[in-house]
């Protein structure tokens, strides 16, 4: 009997061992985390610890990472420098990096492509567009989207003006309108833009 | 054991506390190997004592489960039914208000006002903007169709007179809602199409 509580002591103390163990494995396990960039580089480091770099990502670079809550910048100014984060939790992990190109960026990106995209839609509506005037316009996210407003010329600058929308994408190094300017550019019709970039072309000022 | 000089109380006592313990052990691993890979999905309902399924079984308001698509549906006798399909990638949290259709639930839904959100029109249940349309003046109507409620989104149809188009679509803008989150019929051409 004697023996046979003994045994269960020890056979409990190494359960206990055991599950210290696995707990405290598990606690500072080391996760495999993939970070990639497909724009500038990156400077990885804890949230709680911005002046401590674990790492720079140029293009794609595996890390392993305890959990917690990291964070990514970048000082390109071709770039959003916005500060990208992410948690690493209890699993495995790949996070990429694809920001869009900075308000200057787009703008310096837009000057040769200009006159390009005026005559595509002046091509696209010759029937109908010497009612209208074609705003300068601007480009989105990596420069691959360009939305503009479409005003109706009116015969006097009392009256209202109604407002047009369009949208181009450029695929292959070719612009295309996606649809015919409308009055809203509605998420489900341009299902392949961001709605962020359809919100900013709607409100975008007119010429 | 008896070489510890326990009398046979402590010896018990001693003996209680290690399974505990190992039991505690054995919860923690199970729990451990239960969340692994799994997201929480929480459901904030409205009444809270409503029903939660998930792919027609009855869950928790939190229910741990492994990333996929999941079919959510919130019931309570009185109110209308909710039914949202979810994918899980990472920790979510979804609500569902259901909106009262007895007297009875109408009832506590008119003394429970303030536990729905603001925006959230609990006498009809509908997305926020049908509880404001129709809205009209003299120059436009922003109306929605009677199938709208079950649409997502849902459509919209404008009339205005010339030269006010953009007025609807301004109108909606500033009762605080997109407009890109909706689906438009226009009684007026489009000099483009």
Request: proline share 5%; glycine share 6%; aromatic share 12%.
């Amino acid at each position: 009997m004697k023996v046979s509580k003994l045994k269960i002591l020890i056979y409990i103390l190494i359960l206990v061992g055991f599950g210290y163990w696995f707990s405290s494995y598990e606690k500072g396990l080391l996760r495999t985390v993939t970070l990639e960039t497909k724009g500038p580089s990156y400077k990885i480091y804890l949230s709680t610890n911005k002046n401590t770099v674990i790492s720079t990502v140029t293009n794609k670079v595996t890390l392993k990472l305890h959990d917690g809550y990291y964070c990514g910048s970048t000082s390109d100014s071709n770039y959003d420098t916005a500060t990208i984060c992410f948690m690493v939790y209890k699993k495995d992990l790949t996070v990429v990096f694809n920001p869009n190109y900075s308000t200057k960026h787009l703008a310096d990106l837009l000057v040769p492509e200009q006159d390009i995209i005026m005559n595509i839609i002046k091509t696209k509506y010759s029937n109908i567009l010497s009612g209208f005037t074609v705003c300068n316009g601007e480009l989105y996210a990596t420069g691959d989207i360009y939305g503009t407003a479409v005003v109706q010329k009116t015969a006097s600058p009392r009256d209202n003006a109604t407002i047009y929308r369009v949208v181009l994408e450029k695929t292959n190094n070719t612009w295309t309108v996606i649809k015919n300017p409308e009055l809203v550019l509605d998420a489900t019709t341009y299902s392949g833009i961001p709605v962020d970039v359809l919100k900013s072309i709607d409100i975008q000022p007119t010429c | 054991m008896d070489n510890l000089h326990l009398s046979r109380l402590q010896k018990n006592v001693i003996f209680g506390v290690f399974i505990f313990f190992t039991l505690l052990v054995f919860y923690a691993i199970f729990n451990i190997s239960e969340t692994s890979g799994k997201y929480n999905l929480t459901v904030t309902v409205i009444p809270s004592d409503a029903t939660i399924t998930i792919n027609g079984i009855r869950s928790s308001s939190v229910a741990s489960l492994y990333p996929g698509v999941y079919s959510v549906t919130v019931t309570r006798d009185g109110f209308t039914t909710d039914t949202q399909a979810v994918d899980l990638s990472h920790n979510l949290t979804i609500s569902s208000y259901l909106a009262p259709v007895s007297d009875v639930a109408k009832k506590w839904a008119q003394g429970n006002a303030s536990a729905y959100p603001e925006d959230f029109d609990y006498t009809t249940g509908q997305q926020p903007i049908l509880a404001q349309l129709p809205d009209s003046n003299l120059i436009y109507s922003i109306s929605a169709d009677s199938s709208a409620t079950s649409e997502n989104p849902p459509r919209i149809t404008i009339d205005s007179l010339p030269g006010y188009y953009n007025a609807p679509i301004d109108r909606i803008r500033s009762m605080g809602f997109d407009p890109e989150n909706y689906v438009y019929t226009f009684k007026f051409g489009n000099p483009f199409k």
